[in-house]
């Protein structure tokens, strides 16, 4: 299975209206060509994933900035006023959920778990809408399993396989995303041989991974 | 009262570093919280967790030599300590949420006498959302609260909370630069006061109901 | 009938790997499921997963040159290929359990007409546990099952399971070296026969009813 | 914070009648001088949750033969009949659990995850005394955290601080076990120096093991 393509062959899969996990926090991590060639395509009504809102100019900030998303699930936007000034505007749809709790149930949607117990949000408008159960006298509630289209990852050394090494704080929540899309693309900074990563050192396995792309140098 | 800020902050900071014993795991929220780092007492180690994934994070690296690819919860650049740790976010969060961590101090827009907090939302005005925080608040083993006493005029430490909360009845202890007060079922325990202040001017100052300690001390720094 | 066991075996590997697509990830069962990995077409790469925690794993090595710390679900030593990753229990069964694992090819002491499938214990004799094959049977997306068609003169493929489930309903395709049968909604399908048998003789060994497809075809292996 | 001790140091800590999560995979990663340790002191009805029996001779097997175990909880005990034989006599209780929940059991409770739903043993004798839950038309069994006074890992390479590295198919449980133990020991191979490990490679951190012990050369 030819894996590493060029950025522009992803084109035809990317449709107004598809939702992405973006692996990052605060851009740190992000696949920053995979926003990039997003932006440039101009695709709309997106329904992105991912820890935050980035920055105006970094991370997934670009994409709000730019008006091409229509809905975001995320744990905080305060370090991208433009998210909390179209949400307040009624043009994007923001979901708040709390960070531990996003984390798994990206996790959950990858590991066949249909619903997890978590005191997290209880007492709190976390709450809205949620099934509550209470187990040993302690109060849970039920989070379900999320999923989305795409999942776009940005490994730091990568082989032609797929499987991905993810360097310093970038891996965050890139190897959770890997398991919760139908299609995982990958942008890595670097790209080698299989073989090349130590079999200790993979951390996304290359069968999870669809398509390759090498990260333009700066 | 303390007038100086910079001041009630190093006090408040100081203070909090004393709770911390040896072979801890602690998560400092961004500000305030973060001063408590500079003053872990000698004698001890503690490890820090920063919930994008690290401990053992080191000072903020030279102008000119930062490395992207290590950043705190903020995305500004850091480095790590000999000993330190990568990992992704869902280890991470089992470390918050799974009862690893010792201690989680943060600030707060309010905090309340039944040890409710609210620091992700004011509504129609500043929605920042709750980042890691209300998992962090609900998973470390002592929630320890670092707040100014009074913000222009009006006490932080409130009878009942107003904004949404972050959790109910999270709140172990509440640090200002004029007290430490802890939350008990009986209700607000003033246990420490600052030696600067008196405990009439603490009660004057504080929105919640206090239960004086009957062995009620000077805040040590 | 086919009598030479060994024979018989392979005829079931061989036509298991036609299953077999571009990029799969595949888990084998201990025993004959292991032999199909010997029949991979050439042209397709296919990535084995073994539930204690790799991918790639590479045969068995030189007597002398075992290094215990890789080992197969069996414990006994192996060896890992280049494109290889070992990972923790957590990951590995978040493969066969999140539907990353697209086809397990799993032997049996029972299967039926309707998918179910029993092979982790007889009660009062043999209790070795289900290990990995609820998860397997459960979360791969397609389950084949390989058995010899008879074993001591009585089928194998029956109309109900008498022993203790494994999994409900789980079982898409049995291969044996007689025949391949999908299990439908409409019950078990006779899709291929071998060319050395009948269907009126596959019919007399099978105690499960069978649906002859239309279009029955000669078992490719 | 002292760490490395020797392994007779942690005599008192070994009582009858404590549980403890044993690392391992058919004795692959299982501590196998703690085990050594449990036999001379002969301490008795341990409760054990291990991915497996063992051997008869390796991994957790040789407590079962020598008749310290009152309780088992693993996924499988065929390759030790001496385990199958106790149970069967009704000297060993065995809780019998799919490998993949009882993973993910270790880990719930390590994460504060206070139960989650599986399909795995829907139809099944697993089924008996747990909560069924009905999801978009899809049965679930709500399965439990679980939770040791001990955790007894085996590390390959292990920093003074306790940061532990495993080796080729060692990590199977022990990265998991680590999180869901009330005093975590770990065994390991090579005992360096703290900063000897790269932060990339931690697989466990050290700030969850309370003591270190270095394996005997055989």
């Known amino acids: ?218 | 009262m303390i007038t100086d800020i910079e001041l009630a902050k190093t006090i408040i900071a100081k203070r909090i570093a004393k709770e911390l014993r040896d072979g801890q795991l602690v998560n400092l929220g961004i500000g305030l919280p973060t001063m408590v780092a500079n003053y872990v007492p000698e004698n001890i180690t503690v490890t820090f967790q920063s919930e994008n994934g690290m401990v053992m994070m080191g000072p903020v690296p030279e102008k000119g030599k930062e490395n992207m690819d290590i950043t705190n919860a903020g995305g500004q650049p850091v480095t790590v300590l000999p000993g330190g740790a990568f990992f992704d976010s869902s280890m991470s969060f089992a470390l918050i949420r799974g009862g690893h961590v010792d201690i989680t101090v943060l600030g707060t827009l309010e905090v309340d006498q039944e040890g409710n907090i609210a620091n992700w939302v004011i509504p129609g005005k500043k929605v920042p959302g709750m980042g890691g925080a209300m998992d962090l608040v609900t998973g470390a083993k002592k929630v320890i609260v670092a707040s100014l006493h009074t913000e222009k005029g009006r006490s932080k430490i409130l009878k009942k909370c107003t904004l949404p909360l972050t959790a109910k009845h999270e709140v172990n202890l509440i640090v200002t630069e004029l007290a430490v007060m802890e939350v008990t079922p009986e209700g607000l325990v003033l246990k420490e006061i600052n030696k600067d202040t008196t405990v009439n001017e603490v009660i004057s100052l504080t929105d919640a109901d206090l239960i004086i300690h009957k062995d009620l001390k000077t805040m040590g720094i």
């Open chain 1, 1 to 218: 299975m030819k894996k590493v393509v060029d950025k522009n062959e992803l084109r035809h899969l990317l449709k107004d209206g598809i939702s992405i996990m973006f692996g990052g926090f605060m851009a740190c991590g992000t696949p920053q060509g995979l926003v990039d060639l997003l932006l440039e395509m101009n695709v709309k009504d997106l329904t992105l994933i991912c820890n935050d809102a980035g920055f105006p100019d970094r991370g997934i900030g670009k994409l709000i900035v730019n008006k091409q998303v229509k809905k975001l699930i995320t744990s905080h936007i305060g370090l991208n006023p433009e998210a909390g000034k179209q949400m307040n505007e009624g043009t994007l749809e923001v979901l708040l959920v709390p960070q531990g709790t996003l984390a798994e149930q990206i996790r959950a949607e990858g590991s066949g778990i249909g619903g997890f117990l978590t005191p997290t949000g209880v007492g709190t408008s976390v709450e809205t809408g949620k099934q509550k159960m209470t187990i040993d006298g302690k109060e849970y509630l039920l989070e379900m399993p999320m999923r989305a289209d795409f999942a776009m990852l940005r490994g730091s050394i990568t082989d032609t396989d797929g499987n991905i090494y993810y360097k310093g704080t970038t891996r965050n929540f890139n190897p959770l995303m890997a398991l919760a899309a139908d299609t995982v693309i990958v942008e890595t900074e670097e790209l080698v041989e299989r073989g090349q990563i130590k079999p200790e050192d993979v951390m996304t396995l290359g069968v999870l991974v669809r398509y390759i792309v090498k990260e333009e140098k700066k």
